[in-house]
């Protein structure tokens, strides 16, 4: 009994996450049940929403109300929206769609941070408090902490969601989705709802209503990006993270500058294997149960321009900035300063969007102010040679987003400047051999993580082409080398998912 109280209990001290057992537990029940089920479209969809909402439980405790809630009030502006003729009642629902998500969001996310940037202005302090916590202590008898906001996970991710749906539904490019459980099953799909990718409701509705349908190469495939994520969150991501990153962000005056600098290239390496890791295994876990995600990464650091990282990293987002924020602006329909503009407030807004913290706010600035010099320069790198134009772009904007995760990763502003100033003035070379003898496997995994990185697209294609056609005695022996793998890099503690605290 206290087992399956266990499995079937919040415990917010285990993270319920790809890299935990329990999930996997889990996702081997799904796959069972799925395989009963799936030739019934509406038994289909429903068990897998109410797993969803299993999920969305385990991961996230009491705030798996907020998910609900965004869920039916987007449902029913959907169904108003397509109901109503008149203008301003469709506007008027629109607002409604955004106050209620973007309250959510403000709420939690960024309460605080508004409240203390209320004082350091006006000397007043406002008092906050956690009030669905208050709600919940009072309604279910719970002992949440009231004075302490606390961010529900993948709160950013639902809230965009849902709101690009209302969004697409006003502008006539999406008709409403009218049964509840199925438009629930879009918002709650768990491969993506914690982390991304930001599914629009165009391209996943329909695939409610095809057959199910899965060959054995697209279950190798999925089988391929699942292992493929693991092994970029537990043998580059966590360990980097925990044996370097880590502890000389946490502080960097102990550190010289070469070393700081060897860090802010292992968290350049470790955002992206934790961050596109998650993104692979979520694919393949929609793929295995008949669902196609979108791209959510394209080699980023292969990018020659800060616009082309941007059209490589976190594709779901930028393309949703694009489409919700950039565009409605004016984007570049009104001249250049307009554009230059727009650029700045939509970037802005995306830092802001990963933390409620000056140092977000100023990541977002950083690439604004990069994608306007691309702007300025386009016409200064046509007089090069292409391949120079290539390189030095390449190099420029490697460098220029590796200096930006500065600001994102380190916990403060004054340490994020303590690093920077040590870098210029306490590089010590004299101490790099040193250095990297004593942290010598982070530092085989930072290179190594690149080089792979910077593989042509072809050659990686042919490798997963190769795996999925070998004979399945090969896959199953290939699958268990890079568990044993994992398993002996594995931290004695799970380290989170990096964008679970967005």
């Given at each position: 009994?206290?087992?399956?109280?266990?499995?079937?209990?919040?415990?917010?001290?285990?993270?319920?996450?790809?890299?935990?057992?329990?999930?996997?537990?889990?996702?081997?029940?799904?796959?069972?049940?799925?395989?009963?089920?799936?030739?019934?479209?509406?038994?289909?969809?429903?068990?897998?929403?109410?797993?969803?909402?299993?999920?969305?439980?385990?991961?996230?405790?009491?705030?798996?109300?907020?998910?609900?809630?965004?869920?039916?009030?987007?449902?029913?502006?959907?169904?108003?929206?397509?109901?109503?003729?008149?203008?301003?009642?469709?506007?008027?629902?629109?607002?409604?769609?955004?106050?209620?998500?973007?309250?959510?969001?403000?709420?939690?996310?960024?309460?605080?941070?508004?409240?203390?940037?209320?004082?350091?202005?006006?000397?007043?302090?406002?008092?906050?408090?956690?009030?669905?916590?208050?709600?919940?202590?009072?309604?279910?008898?719970?002992?949440?902490?009231?004075?302490?906001?606390?961010?529900?996970?993948?709160?950013?991710?639902?809230?965009?969601?849902?709101?690009?749906?209302?969004?697409?539904?006003?502008?006539?490019?999406?008709?409403?989705?009218?049964?509840?459980?199925?438009?629930?099953?879009?918002?709650?799909?768990?491969?993506?709802?914690?982390?991304?990718?930001?599914?629009?409701?165009?391209?996943?509705?329909?695939?409610?209503?095809?057959?199910?349908?899965?060959?054995?190469?697209?279950?190798?495939?999925?089988?391929?990006?699942?292992?493929?994520?693991?092994?970029?969150?537990?043998?580059?991501?966590?360990?980097?993270?925990?044996?370097?990153?880590?502890?000389?962000?946490?502080?960097?005056?102990?550190?010289?500058?070469?070393?700081?600098?060897?860090?802010?290239?292992?968290?350049?390496?470790?955002?992206?294997?934790?961050?596109?890791?998650?993104?692979?295994?979520?694919?393949?876990?929609?793929?295995?149960?008949?669902?196609?995600?979108?791209?959510?990464?394209?080699?980023?650091?292969?990018?020659?321009?800060?616009?082309?990282?941007?059209?490589?990293?976190?594709?779901?987002?930028?393309?949703?900035?694009?489409?919700?924020?950039?565009?409605?602006?004016?984007?570049?329909?009104?001249?250049?300063?307009?554009?230059?503009?727009?650029?700045?407030?939509?970037?802005?807004?995306?830092?802001?969007?990963?933390?409620?913290?000056?140092?977000?706010?100023?990541?977002?600035?950083?690439?604004?102010?990069?994608?306007?010099?691309?702007?300025?320069?386009?016409?200064l790198s046509s007089r090069f040679p292409r391949w120079i134009?290539?390189?030095?772009?390449?190099?420029?904007?490697?460098?220029?987003?590796?200096?930006?995760?500065?600001?994102?990763?380190?916990?403060?502003?004054?340490?994020?400047?303590?690093?920077?100033?040590?870098?210029?003035?306490?590089?010590?070379?004299?101490?790099?051999?040193?250095?990297?003898?004593?942290?010598?496997?982070?530092?085989?995994?930072?290179?190594?993580?690149?080089?792979?990185?910077?593989?042509?697209a072809s050659l990686k294609e042919n490798i997963r082409g190769?795996?999925?056609?070998?004979?399945?005695?090969?896959?199953?022996?290939?699958?268990?080398?890079?568990?044993?793998?994992?398993?002996?890099?594995?931290?004695?503690?799970?380290?989170?998912?990096?964008?679970?605290?967005?």
């Open positions: 009994m206290d087992a399956i109280l266990k499995i079937v209990s919040y415990d917010p001290g285990e993270p319920f996450m790809f890299t935990s057992a329990l999930f996997w537990m889990f996702f081997g029940i799904v796959l069972l049940v799925h395989a009963l089920v799936y030739r019934q479209r509406v038994l289909r969809t429903g068990f897998l929403f109410l797993a969803s909402l299993f999920f969305y439980y385990k991961a996230g405790g009491y705030f798996f109300f907020l998910l609900v809630i965004s869920t039916l009030v987007d449902f029913f502006i959907g169904i108003g929206l397509e109901h109503f003729t008149k203008h301003w009642k469709r506007k008027l629902l629109l607002i409604l769609s955004l106050l209620v998500n973007l309250g959510m969001l403000g709420y939690f996310k960024y309460a605080w941070f508004i409240a203390d940037a209320w004082a350091q202005i006006t000397q007043q302090s406002i008092e906050m408090k956690d009030w669905l916590a208050v709600v919940s202590n009072a309604v279910f008898g719970s002992n949440f902490n009231v004075d302490d906001i606390v961010l529900p996970i993948g709160i950013s991710f639902f809230t965009f969601q849902t709101i690009s749906y209302s969004m697409d539904v006003y502008r006539r490019q999406l008709a409403p989705v009218h049964n509840i459980i199925d438009f629930g099953f879009y918002v709650s799909f768990f491969p993506q709802l914690v982390a991304g990718p930001i599914v629009r409701a165009r391209e996943f509705v329909p695939q409610l209503y095809r057959p199910f349908n899965l060959s054995e190469k697209q279950v190798w495939h999925a089988t391929f990006l699942i292992i493929a994520g693991l092994s970029k969150k537990l043998i580059f991501a966590d360990y980097i993270a925990v044996n370097l990153v880590d502890r000389v962000f946490e502080n960097p005056y102990l550190y010289s500058g070469f070393e700081i600098l060897s860090a802010i290239y292992g968290y350049t390496l470790q955002i992206y294997c934790d961050f596109s890791g998650y993104t692979d295994v979520a694919i393949g876990l929609a793929l295995l149960l008949g669902f196609r995600l979108p791209l959510n990464f394209n080699s980023p650091y292969k990018a020659l321009s800060v616009s082309e990282f941007w059209r490589r990293w976190h594709i779901s987002l930028s393309s949703w900035l694009r489409d919700y924020l950039y565009i409605p602006l004016g984007g570049n329909r009104k001249g250049k300063l307009r554009m230059y503009f727009n650029l700045m407030i939509t970037m802005t807004l995306g830092g802001l969007w990963h933390g409620a913290s000056w140092r977000f706010v100023l990541w977002g600035i950083w690439h604004g102010l990069g994608l306007v010099a691309d702007k300025l320069l386009k016409p134009a290539s390189w030095t772009g390449f190099l420029i904007t490697f460098h220029f987003v590796a200096a930006g995760w500065i600001l994102f990763r380190a916990p403060d502003l004054q340490r994020a400047g303590t690093m920077v100033n040590r870098i210029i003035d306490a590089f010590q070379p004299d101490m790099m051999i040193q250095s990297m003898q004593v942290n010598m496997l982070s530092f085989i995994l930072i290179v190594t993580g690149f080089v792979l990185h910077w593989l042509p190769r795996f999925i056609t070998a004979q399945w005695t090969v896959k199953v022996a290939l699958v268990v080398i890079a568990v044993l793998i994992m398993i002996q890099f594995r931290t004695a503690d799970m380290v989170p998912y990096i964008y679970f605290r967005f």
